[in-house]
């Protein structure tokens, strides 16, 4: 670090009670927490919210994203999900900022007979997890969002499903942190056995796999940004979330003009984009919204998802070591679970490794045969890579 830096000042005066690993939403929702309860707080990252939360869409979707064999997920989706209007209220009244948080709610759609076919399938199963899930005619969605396709068969609304901005979020939680007292260290962390801090909190997505030895892997996203033409308001309110053709695709409409189009979900971990996945997503999302084919294409981008072998987010002390708390793996959910992660884990932190059982599905001891990265590290081992979050 370069000498007179503020970060460099505040680490040679004092020891950090807790370290946090990652400058996402996760990362700065942890440390404005912790902050705000009086704990000395560092986070450490070299570029703080270009990981997947530019990408992000932002959906806080825990019914729409309500999948079959994900009961559990599901449960702390909703409960994070309850959480996001006070999360937003405070936030918000903390640092001035419009987070973009938006209630109109999400409309599910089906555009062929098959199309509604499938859908009517997975609202059966979360209508059958008392989740509100509100079946609607063709008519009664035309009403709500006129500029949907004639062709739509049906659909379904999801009242409770919102949505946020996340390039206007991870920002705000950076200021809130750092208002209540948390610094940032622009260095990445190559090994947790370099940092010195009563808690180390891992919050580094893709990034927490070389670090931990969890088994966090990238799933690549690509997504488009459109943008409604001379300058105005898209011309639909609702997310919707669809199938056409075989092909699911969601838009989020933003108030500044900017319909956010995705996603393709894929086992890599680069950031190409291929004119296929644009052709795809661009199709689908013109058959449920056709007068998205004269807006204006802004941006292509691709994102690493952090996927885990369940689909379910890392929550907990790392095994074997106490003094690191992982907060990780969220893998698409990770705008939604930002109010739960931040809660869950600065409780655990303030209570001294007393766990909420909302913890319990999600601890990294569910994941046998674990290596000991960290203890490998700490006795001067180089054969695992480390990246940064």
């Given at each position: 670090m370069v000498t007179g830096d503020p970060a460099t000042t505040y680490l040679t005066r004092h020891r950090p009670d807790v370290a946090v690993v990652g400058g996402g939403p996760i990362g700065w929702a942890v440390a404005w927490r912790c902050a705000t309860r009086g704990m000395r707080v560092v986070v450490h990252d070299p570029a703080p919210g270009s990981g997947a939360s530019h990408v992000a869409a932002g959906m806080l979707a825990p019914v729409a994203e309500a999948y079959f064999g994900e009961r559990e997920l599901t449960g702390l989706l909703t409960e994070s999900a309850g959480r996001w209007p006070g999360f937003a209220a405070a936030l918000t009244e903390a640092t001035g900022t419009d987070i973009g948080y938006r209630t109109e709610g999400t409309l599910m759609v089906g555009l062929?007979?098959?199309?509604?076919?499938?859908?009517?399938?997975?609202?059966?199963?979360?209508?059958?997890?008392?989740?509100?899930?509100?079946?609607?005619?063709?008519?009664?969605?035309?009403?709500?969002?006129?500029?949907?396709?004639?062709?739509?068969?049906?659909?379904?609304?999801?009242?409770?499903?919102?949505?946020?901005?996340?390039?206007?979020?991870?920002?705000?939680?950076?200021?809130?942190?750092?208002?209540?007292?948390?610094?940032?260290?622009?260095?990445?962390?190559?090994?947790?056995?370099?940092?010195?801090?009563?808690?180390?909190?891992?919050?580094?997505?893709?990034?927490?796999?070389?670090?931990?030895?969890?088994?966090?892997?990238?799933?690549?996203?690509?997504?488009?940004?459109?943008?409604?033409?001379?300058?105005?308001?898209?011309?639909?309110?609702?997310?919707?979330?669809?199938?056409?053709?075989?092909?699911?695709?969601?838009?989020?409409?933003?108030?500044?003009?900017?319909?956010?189009?995705?996603?393709?979900?894929?086992?890599?971990?680069?950031?190409?984009?291929?004119?296929?996945?644009?052709?795809?997503?661009?199709?689908?999302?013109?058959?449920?919204?056709?007068?998205?084919?004269?807006?204006?294409?802004?941006?292509?981008?691709?994102?690493?998802?952090?996927?885990?072998?369940?689909?379910?987010?890392?929550?907990?002390?790392?095994?074997g070591h106490p003094d690191v708390i992982i907060a990780a793996g969220h893998h698409r959910h990770g705008i939604v679970l930002t109010p739960v992660t931040a809660d869950l884990i600065t409780e655990l932190i303030i209570g001294g490794g007393s766990a909420d059982p909302l913890l319990a599905p999600f601890r990294p001891d569910r994941f046998a045969d674990l290596p000991d990265v960290v203890g490998a590290a700490a006795a001067g081992s180089t054969s695992q890579p480390a990246t940064e979050g």
């Amino acid at each position: 670090m370069v000498t007179g830096d503020p970060a460099t000042t505040y680490l040679t005066r004092h020891r950090p009670d807790v370290a946090v690993v990652g400058g996402g939403p996760i990362g700065w929702a942890v440390a404005w927490r912790c902050a705000t309860r009086g704990m000395r707080v560092v986070v450490h990252d070299p570029a703080p919210g270009s990981g997947a939360s530019h990408v992000a869409a932002g959906m806080l979707a825990p019914v729409a994203e309500a999948y079959f064999g994900e009961r559990e997920l599901t449960g702390l989706l909703t409960e994070s999900a309850g959480r996001w209007p006070g999360f937003a209220a405070a936030l918000t009244e903390a640092t001035g900022t419009d987070i973009g948080y938006r209630t109109e709610g999400t409309l599910m759609v089906g555009l062929t007979a098959d199309d509604l076919a499938e859908a009517r399938r997975l609202w059966a199963y979360q209508q059958g997890l008392g989740l509100p899930v509100t079946p609607l005619r063709p008519s009664q969605l035309r009403e709500r969002e006129p500029a949907l396709a004639p062709r739509v068969r049906g659909g379904a609304l999801a009242a409770t499903d919102h949505q946020v901005d996340p390039r206007r979020l991870v920002p705000a939680l950076r200021l809130a942190a750092e208002q209540a007292g948390a610094v940032l260290v622009a260095e990445p962390v190559r090994r947790l056995s370099d940092i010195t801090a009563g808690v180390t909190v891992v919050a580094a997505g893709c990034g927490a796999a070389a670090l931990t030895g969890l088994p966090v892997r990238p799933v690549k996203g690509q997504v488009l940004r459109l943008r409604a033409p001379d300058g105005g308001p898209p011309g639909f309110r609702h997310v919707i979330r669809g199938y056409a053709d075989g092909a699911h695709v969601y838009l989020v409409p933003r108030d500044s003009g900017e319909v956010v189009v995705g996603a393709t979900v894929e086992e890599r971990s680069d950031l190409d984009i291929s004119a296929g996945a644009v052709l795809r997503l661009l199709r689908a999302a013109v058959d449920l919204l056709p007068e998205i084919a004269e807006y204006d294409l802004v941006e292509t981008l691709a994102g690493l998802r952090p996927g885990t072998p369940d689909n379910a987010p890392i929550l907990g002390p790392l095994p074997g070591h106490p003094d690191v708390i992982i907060a990780a793996g969220h893998h698409r959910h990770g705008i939604v679970l930002t109010p739960v992660t931040a809660d869950l884990i600065t409780e655990l932190i303030i209570g001294g490794g007393s766990a909420d059982p909302l913890l319990a599905p999600f601890r990294p001891d569910r994941f046998a045969d674990l290596p000991d990265v960290v203890g490998a590290a700490a006795a001067g081992s180089t054969s695992q890579p480390a990246t940064e979050g």
